[in-house]
């Protein structure tokens, strides 16, 4: 069965970089969620997309931003990385009906050095 | 603020035993759901519970939902090394359904 992908898998970014991290949602699922997690941490989530709107918003710092396409991909746009970005970011997706139900990606591994 | 908590924290076994994690909080929950997640990768899914009460097996884990949906609980029978990882309860907040985690529970078996 197809799964949620997210590229790259690892990125190593300087201090006040950019970084666009890209997920690929379960085909028809049309509720996308990102969110990190920092070492030793749960997962915190960050936003939502849901039929391309954002559906809702949590712990996101303002320099970050992220829409979903018409394809249903999503992307997370960070802008002035720092040091305390450095973490996994997980993209999961769901269906409607079954929200609570969310697949979740392999996640992509982010260094700020 | 809905909040999760689990314990143990850390539970280190020898393989052949039993063991129970637990989940719990002072709110109701609609559903919730176990995930496993191994070093560096994402959470796979183990189950929804969704009914109080409600009872699910897996092979050799045992899912059990609280008859007020405040708690679960998940039992491993004959735990082997490879069960070895992180298991995290989730469950469902807001009208989208982002998921709040607990601390998540650190299970080590040794062979």
């Known amino acids: 069965a197809a799964g949620v992908i997210q590229s790259p898998r690892h990125l190593i970014k300087e201090k006040r970089e950019t970084a666009t991290l890209k997920c690929y949602p379960i085909?028809?699922?049309?509720?996308v969620y990102w969110y990190q997690q920092g070492p030793g941490q749960d997962p915190q989530f960050l936003i939502s997309?849901?039929?391309?709107?954002?559906?809702d918003k949590g712990s996101i710092p303002d320099r970050f931003s992220a829409q979903q396409f018409s394809d249903y991909h999503s992307e997370l746009n960070m802008s002035s990385l720092e040091l305390g970005d450095s973490a996994l970011y997980f993209c999961?997706?769901?269906?409607?009906?079954?929200?609570?139900?969310?697949?979740f990606g392999p996640g992509t591994r982010l260094l700020v050095l | 603020t809905q909040l999760l908590e689990q314990s143990p924290q850390f539970l280190s076994i020898q393989e052949g035993e039993n063991l129970t994690v637990y989940c719990n909080s002072s709110s109701v929950f609609s559903s919730l759901q176990w995930y496993r997640q191994e070093p560096g990768e994402g959470p796979v899914l183990l189950v929804t519970v969704v009914t109080g009460g409600e009872v699910k097996k897996l092979k050799r884990l045992t899912f059990q939902f609280g008859d007020a949906r405040k708690d679960s609980s998940l039992h491993i029978t004959a735990a082997q090394p490879g069960d070895t990882g992180l298991y995290l309860c989730?469950?469902?907040?807001?009208?989208?359904?982002?998921?709040?985690f607990g601390a998540g529970t650190r299970l080590a078996v040794h062979p």
């Open positions: 085909p028809r699922h049309d509720t």
């Open positions: 999961a997706s769901s269906l409607t009906g079954v929200r609570e139900t969310q697949y």
């Open positions: 989730a469950g469902p907040s807001g009208g989208y359904n982002k998921l709040i």
């Open positions: 997309f849901y039929e391309k709107m954002q559906s």
